[in-house]
């Protein structure tokens, strides 16, 4: 089992930056793709970013794209989600998910653990 634990949530101003971090167990923290996605009250939970193992391949969503940087630190078992130039609209429950010996997807249902998920608020 691998156990994920996001911090770093909190309420910011748009425009402002806010950096996510999500700490996990296991001694192969380096094997897994690990992905960022998050939740709005009464949404489906959606795709925001997924990072390879060794951290050389990234995706975003649209919706991010050059103003969320996913990254890792792998002797620190910790992926980070950092993000700028915040928007009401990123207002969400963010997840960290992982997934074991596989390629990075902006699949949900590809991940096979989650974080609790740590909650993020943008005010207008």
């Known amino acids: 089992q691998v156990q994920l634990v996001e911090s770093g949530g909190g309420l910011v101003q748009a425009g402002g930056s806010l950096r996510l971090s999500c700490a996990a167990s296991?001694?192969?923290?380096?094997?897994?793709?690990m992905g960022w996605f998050r939740q709005a009250p009464g949404k489906e939970r959606e795709f925001v970013a997924t990072?390879?193992?060794?951290?050389?391949?990234?995706y975003y969503a649209d919706s991010v794209k050059g103003r969320f940087t996913i990254s890792r630190d792998n002797a620190k078992n910790t992926v980070y989600l950092q993000m700028n130039s915040l928007k009401p609209e990123d207002t969400a429950v963010y997840y960290c998910?992982?997934?074991?010996?596989?390629?990075?997807?902006?699949?949900?249902?590809?991940?096979?653990?989650w974080g609790q998920g740590t909650q993020v608020t943008v005010s207008s």
């Open positions: 998910a992982a997934r074991p010996l596989g390629s990075p997807t902006a699949g949900r249902y590809e991940y096979d653990y």
């Open positions: 296991g001694r192969t923290f380096s094997t897994y793709a």
């Open positions: 990072i390879s193992w060794i951290g050389g391949n990234t």
